[in-house]
């Protein structure tokens, strides 16, 4: 791992949500991520199974990772999930994103968060990223795909 890439964890590591929820990014490398997170008795709705919004969260930090993973400033503009099967407690969530488009500012990833005991598909959502003109690690802006910037 070179310096810049190290920068650029050691940055996306310091998403506080990221380690109040107890998930971890645990793969980064540019244009994709992957996070962890196991499901605590305190994440789950009033029917017993993983409320919607810890989900999100985490394909949305896994998106965000992968979104910033080349020192590029990028923030989240759309998400669309689909929620496929209901977990629990106990359960522990993959969330995967992939970098699949760039034109100008604008950069397109595709997330999927599985059960790590079964694979079965538990959500999958398509995230939109806006690139800002500005770099939180010293890189080559032309390492980003298709980088033109605000």
């Given amino acids: 791992m070179t310096s810049t890439q190290q920068q650029i964890a050691a940055y996306i590591e310091r998403d506080p949500f990221v380690r109040h929820l107890g998930a971890r990014v645990e793969i980064l490398s540019p244009g994709h991520s992957r996070a962890t997170l196991t ?9 017993g199974v993983t409320h919607g919004g810890v989900i999100f969260a985490l394909g949305d930090m896994a998106f965000a990772a992968a979104a910033n993973s080349f020192g590029q400033t990028a ?43 079964t694979g079965a598909l538990v959500a999958r959502s398509e995230d939109l990223a806006y690139r800002k003109k500005s770099w ?14 605000e």
Avoid: W
């Fill in 39 to 47: 499901i605590g008795e305190e994440m789950v709705n009033f029917h």
């Fill in 75 to 117: 923030v989240a503009i759309n998400v669309a999930i689909n929620y496929l099967k209901p977990t629990q407690a106990g359960d522990r969530l993959v969330a995967e994103a992939r970098y699949c488009h760039a034109e100008g500012p604008m950069a397109l990833y595709t997330v999927t968060i599985t059960d790590a005991r």
């Fill in 136 to 149: 939180f690690a010293p890189t080559d802006p032309a390492a980003s795909p298709a980088s033109d910037g």
